[in-house]
């Protein structure tokens, strides 16, 4: 069972799920704090949620970091394990992608070593449980364009801008 907090930033309001020891299981812009659990239920059968707390501090103080523009302060966060191996081996190549850079399903394909699977990258993409820390707002589509994936088109132009992106360089790669 993980604890729900909720937290204020520049985009609007997070939903956390979290565990008694630190460990982030979730992340993601929800207007309704349980539509996490209605995106959550491939990952856990059942009831998710054990009670809703405080932000912890260490989470809020990231958070509040990476908005501040120090893209390194998720670095310390422990991150749980959802998701098949696939999933979790394009999360960590996301995670790879330097802040301000995109990356096309293709690209991030090779990361994982297979360029044939840049359809699943997009699919895993967009199932990652962990917005903003598992930077899925990098991934562009194949003819150098944003892609909406989970966060929505504006939310991740805002994030890629705040981070350094401009248009041209993001296209480039």
Not at 47 to 65: K, R
Not at 113 to 138: E, M, Q, T, Y
């Amino acid at each position: 069972m993980l604890n729900r907090s909720l937290l204020s930033t520049p985009l609007g309001r997070m939903v956390l799920l979290h565990d008694e020891e630190g460990v982030l299981w979730a992340s993601a812009f929800h207007d309704d704090p349980s539509g996490i659990e209605a995106s959550l239920a491939r990952f856990v059968p059942g009831e998710l949620i054990a009670a809703d707390v405080p932000v912890p501090p260490e989470l809020e103080d990231a958070f509040a970091g990476y908005f501040a523009g120090a893209f390194d302060s998720f670095d310390t966060i422990m991150t749980g394990r959802f998701g098949s191996p696939f999933e979790r081996a394009v999360w960590a190549a996301l995670r790879a992608i330097p802040p301000g850079e995109t990356r096309s399903c293709a690209a991030v394909a090779a990361m994982v070593g297979d360029l044939g699977k840049a359809r699943a990258v997009g699919a895993a993409s967009a199932r990652n449980p962990l917005a903003i820390i598992v930077p899925c707002h990098r991934v562009i589509g194949v003819n150098g364009a944003l892609t909406g994936h989970a966060g929505g088109l504006e939310r991740n132009e805002w994030l890629l801008r705040h981070e350094g992106w401009t248009p041209l360089r993001g296209r480039l790669v």
